[in-house]
């Protein structure tokens, strides 16, 4: 199944509805603790049975139009895309895995659970691109423990902000479903689909 234009405008116009969470809601705060305006909290519509197939469906559908067949998600945002990616039945199957914030330090002592391969090219899955900090802090740990990572890919791209680029500038593609070009109006004036 390919997905149309006008039907990728319409999932990522859907994920930013429900994703989207006001100050007028509830009280929510920037990684200072400053009281911001608005926020994308993508767990809300992927971990949500409706959406969570949906959203699979396309991001494998585009992975393999790239010939890559392995993701890695670094957070608890990028976990269920990695698990939806996962869910898609289709040929071939995908292989994923999470990154751990350091190598663990008993057991299999592993950097990444699961059975991505080393010798395979790998993508990052992540909801939101801003700064590109902690993609390239996820790309960094992948590359240092052997793995070659291809690509990011992720709901939203905030274009405001250098992220694309910055991963870019490291030899990356990065694809978003939806590119977003907005501030406090918490409004999508822009997307890639």
């Known amino acids: 199944m390919t997905s149309t234009y006008a ?3 319409e999932l990522g116009r859907r994920l930013y509805e429900r994703s989207l ?3 007028e809601q509830e009280y929510i705060t920037d990684p200072r603790g400053q009281p911001i305006g ?3 909290d993508t767990r809300m519509p992927m971990l949500s049975g409706d959406m969570f197939l949906e959203v699979g469906t396309v991001l494998a559908e585009r992975l ?3 010939d890559v067949y392995q993701v890695a998600g670094f957070g608890f945002g990028a976990f269920s895309m990695v698990c939806a990616v996962l869910a ?5 199957l995908f292989r994923g895995g999470f990154i751990r914030e350091a190598r663990k330090p008993h057991g299999r002592r592993r950097l990444v659970e699961g059975p991505i391969e080393k010798t395979k090219p790998l993508v990052l899955v ?3 691109l801003n700064s590109g900090r902690s993609a390239m802090r996820a790309v960094s740990l992948l590359r240092n423990d052997g793995y ?3 690509g990011v890919m992720t709901l939203f791209n905030f274009t ?3 992220g694309r680029a910055r991963l870019e500038a490291e030899g990356l593609w990065v694809d978003s479903l939806l590119d977003l070009n907005l501030r406090e109006s918490g409004r999508s004036s822009s997307d890639s689909a």
């Open 7 to 9: 039907d990728l405008v």
């Open 21 to 23: 969470v006001r100050r």
């Open 38 to 40: 608005w926020l994308l």
């Open 64 to 66: 393999r139009s790239k």
């Open 88 to 92: 898609v039945e289709n040929k071939p």
């Open 126 to 128: 992540d909801d939101i």
């Open 148 to 150: 070659h990572v291809a």
């Open 160 to 162: 405001w902000s250098a």
